[in-house]
């Protein structure tokens, strides 16, 4: 097992070569949830996440002939940008399987740093294997993104950072993939402060640790935001680890990890990309687990598709009222659209959209339809401005949620 003494040993390796990443209160998102909300910010490394602090540890570590050789890695993005960027750092050739799936700007990003990249599988377990058939063949070095000892101990450098800064934190919610993460964070965290409460996350489409540690067969698999946590398989160092230390294992669903990605950007201004925002998710998924206590966050990873994080947005707007859609009945005739216009600007509504549909054939002929999509303060305005168009006879009907997106 790896110790704390590995994991001293893996900061004094990172000391000037990652970056020592800030441990700060988040205010807004403790209202959100009623806890004591404190963030450590891995976002902010070079690569935008804590990939960085295992990669280098085990690359640091290489033999002469085995940089020679060069390194090999599958990842879906982080770790894959982490071991290209070190290893250009270090004069180590690198090659790095992805799954197709990967986002194209982590895609980018990997091979902007010097990387061979190879997209290979639908998932990380797919692209495992065609990793491990090229380092077979070509005699690569292996560097496994979560089941390695000096992996594991570079990764849990971070609850050493953050229990120095913030010694009275009672629990720590981590995400979790193979759990290198967790198991590092896990083992140091314990080792200086056994008291301490360690909290697992992982998406609900990739149960593995959770079926793992409870003998549980749900069911892995499907498209989620959190794909940097999407492993079918776990680490066979790291379960140990897991089931020793970690308290709990929260399964959270995907608009809990599209809530926690868009409550990171509009409270606290800071990117998260599904993953990254996991530890929150959790938050808010079991807010009376987490309520009154000093929790600590690790916003592990900040690699978001923009197209994906606009989406988030609007989609969160929509599920707060704040962007609605309504279809109104209408005689179709000149100066309606200007009448309907002014009412809902009297309202203090600002119109996104408007549709007309003449065809439909529960109207008159000289009726239609008219799909309006709004921005509005909030519910209550919302339904402020439903029925003050109902009062006035256009009989609006609410239309389905997304109806904005279409």
């Not at 970056?19 to 070079?46: D, I, M, W």
């Not at 309006?372 to 006035?392: N, Q, Y």
Request: with cysteine; proline share 5%; glycine share 8%.
């Amino acid at each position: 097992m790896v110790t704390l003494a590995d994991i001293e040993a893996a900061r004094r390796i990172l000391a000037g070569q990652v970056l020592r990443t800030p441990l700060l209160a988040a205010p807004p998102l403790s209202t959100l949830t009623g806890a004591e909300v404190f963030v450590k910010y891995e976002n902010l490394q070079v690569t935008n996440s804590f990939k960085e602090r295992g990669a280098y540890v085990k690359l640091a570590a290489l033999s002469a002939d085995e940089r020679r050789r060069g390194v090999i890695a599958m990842s879906a993005g982080n770790h894959a940008q982490a071991v290209a960027y070190h290893a250009r750092r270090l004069a180590i050739p690198a090659t790095i399987v992805m799954p197709v799936t990967t986002p194209f700007v982590k895609i980018k990003a990997t091979e902007a740093s010097g990387a061979t990249v190879v997209l290979d599988g639908e998932t990380i377990s797919e692209a495992q294997a065609r990793a491990e058939a090229i380092a077979a063949e070509r005699n690569l070095v292996w560097v496994h993104p979560y089941d390695d000892p000096r992996i594991i101990a570079g990764q849990g450098t971070i609850a050493l950072e953050m229990l120095e800064e913030a010694p009275d934190l009672d629990t720590l919610v981590v995400p979790i993939g193979g759990g290198g993460l967790i198991a590092g964070c896990a083992i140091a965290a314990r080792a200086k402060k056994p008291s301490i409460e360690i909290v697992g996350v992982e998406a609900a489409l990739y149960p593995s640790m959770w079926n793992a540690v409870h003998k549980g067969n749900r069911p892995c698999g499907g498209a989620t935001l959190a794909e940097g946590i999407a492993v079918k398989n776990v680490g066979k160092l790291t379960l140990p680890v897991v089931r020793e230390f970690v308290r709990d294992i929260i399964l959270v669903d995907e608009p809990q990890i599209e809530r926690a990605v868009n409550a990171f950007l509009t409270l606290q201004k800071t990117m998260a990309e599904g993953a990254g925002a996991a530890g929150l998710a959790a938050m808010l998924a079991s807010p009376a687990r987490f309520r009154g206590r000093r929790v600590g966050l690790i916003l592990c990873g900040g690699n978001i598709d923009p197209r994906i994080l606009a989406s988030i947005m609007v989609r969160e707007l929509e599920r707060a009222d704040r962007i609605v859609s309504f279809r109104l009945t209408i005689p179709d005739r000149p100066g309606i659209l200007g009448q309907i216009a002014t009412r809902l600007g009297e309202f203090g509504a600002n119109i996104l959209s408007v549709d007309h549909h003449r065809l439909f054939l529960d109207v008159p002929a000289k009726g239609a339809k008219l799909d309006v999509t709004m921005e509005t303060r909030d519910a209550a305005h919302a339904e402020e401005i439903f029925s003050a168009l109902a009062a006035d006879g256009y009989r609006p009907v609410r239309m389905p949620s997304g109806t904005a997106l279409e």
